[in-house]
Each structure stands twice: as structure tokens, then as C-alpha cells.
């Protein structure tokens, strides 16, 4: 079946500008991640879904980072006033359930000139 | 704080030499155990779990990976390595979100 999809692949964009990025999950997946990932590093945790609700935002590095999912399937990060420091991949994944597998999706690479 | 340790940055081995990547995580209670890996030019698969039960699992292409509760540990096997296992390897621990470990970067020498 269609795995996780995530789009745009690339974003550039100018720094202070406003960004959507989003994330398709794999069908009946009740739970749904965000994460950011910098050249040599892991995957960093931003945010995680159960259904329609964050259950954990607390990876959000600021109040400039925010994310939705109104109807419990696709979810979009939404940052504001970008800054160069915002450059990064962001993954998307999502599981059947909160701990299980996480399969991932081919990330958005943000890059804020 | 929670943390996930990988302790090898970057791992060269020729092919068909053995491979252990070390993982050490700092969580309390029950937690759920990966190994992920990132191909190049592809995105994260996984390579195996650690749930309950057995501590040593079986994972897709020949990989293994041991957890030993005392040590708070996670380690990746592999037995002989071939060039086609040259990737980025991500240790990841689930107690209420996944948290990943830096990353080991692995190159095999044909």
C-alpha cells in the first residue's frame, strides 16, 4: 500500500517568511509525528498526533512552530517568521498506534536564506 | 534528561568483517526499542524492534540486535557485512515518544 508522503520535497525560502509544510499518512494510522532532522544528526522530536489531538507537543522548539490535524489524517507543520537556524529536514511518520513501528515518509528539506 | 547514546560516530569495515554499533538510552520503566536505517538517498526504514520477550531479535537482512535491560543497552549485529549495508544507522527508544540516538555512519569497503 502507499506509504508515508510528505510535501513539498524541497522548500526554500527568505527568512521572516511564513511556511506550510505537509504530511499524508498511511491510511488508518491513528498516530502521526513530526520531527526535524540537521546534517549528522538523529531525528529530532517536534510533535506527535493521537487522532486529531497533539498528545506531545513538547519537542516544539518555540511558539513559531505549530502543528495541525484537524480531521486525523493529514497534518501540517506550520512555521512562522522563519529564521536561517530553521534549515533542516522535516520527517514525518506515522503507526497504527503511539509506540509501535513509526514508518517515515521522505521529509521536506527546509532551507530559510 | 531522557538521551539516547550512540557511541560510534563513523564505522569503516571491509566486507564481511563483523559489525557491532553500541546504543545505551537513559529512560526508566518499560520502554519499546528500534533500530533504524537510512540508506543513501532513501528515507528511514526499520531495521528491527525490541517490544518484550527475547531479548535478542531478529531483524531484516541479517541484522541482530541484543538488549540488556541491566545496561540500559540496544546493540546492533551483524556478523558479516557486505557493501550494499553502507548507511546511516539510528538507534530510537519509545517510552512515551521516540527519541533517536545521533547516528552511526557506516561504510563498507568492497
Known amino acids: 500500500g502507499a506509504g508515508v508522503s510528505q510535501t513539498p520535497s524541497n522548500k526554500v525560502t527568505e527568512k521572516g517568511k511564513y511556511v506550510e509544510l505537509r504530511c499524508d499518512p498511511i491510511?488508518?494510522?491513528?498516530?502521526l509525528y513530526w520531527y526535524r532532522q540537521s546534517l549528522g544528526q538523529g531525528p529530532e522530536f517536534l510533535i506527535y498526533?493521537?487522532?486529531?489531538?497533539?498528545?506531545?507537543d513538547s519537542g516544539l522548539p518555540n511558539d513559531r512552530f505549530f502543528a495541525v490535524r484537524p480531521e486525523g489524517s493529514v497534518s501540517t507543520l506550520k512555521i512562522q517568521r522563519t529564521e536561517r537556524g530553521d534549515s533542516a529536514v522535516y520527517l514525518c511518520a506515522s503507526s497504527p498506534y503511539n509506540g509501535d513501528t513509526q514508518y517515515f515518509g521522505p521529509g521536506t528539506r527546509l532551507t530559510v536564506l | 534528561a531522557q538521551s539516547v547514546s550512540q557511541h560510534n560516530h563513523h564505522v569503516i569495515l571491509s566486507e564481511a568483517a563483523s559489525l557491532e554499533l553500541g546504543c545505551n538510552y537513559s529512560y526508566g520503566g518499560t520502554v519499546n526499542l528500534f533500530w533504524y536505517v537510512q540508506y543513501p538517498g532513501q528515507h528511514l526504514q526499520l531495521l528491527l524492534k525490541y517490544f518484550s520477550g527475547d531479548p535478542l531479535v531478529k531483524g531484516i537482512k541479517g541484522f541482530e540486535a541484543e538488549f540488556i535491560k541491566s545496561k540500559f543497552s540496544f546493540n546492533l549485529r551483524k556478523p558479516s557485512v557486505q557493501w550494499s549495508d553502507t548507511a546511516e544507522y539510528f538507534c530510537a527508544v519509545n517510552s512515551n515518544d521516540m527519541r533517536f540516538g545521533a547516528g552511526t555512519r557506516l561504510t563498507v569497503k568492497p
Open positions: 498526533f493521537q487522532g486529531t489531538g497533539a498528545a506531545d
Open positions: 491510511s488508518g494510522h491513528t498516530a
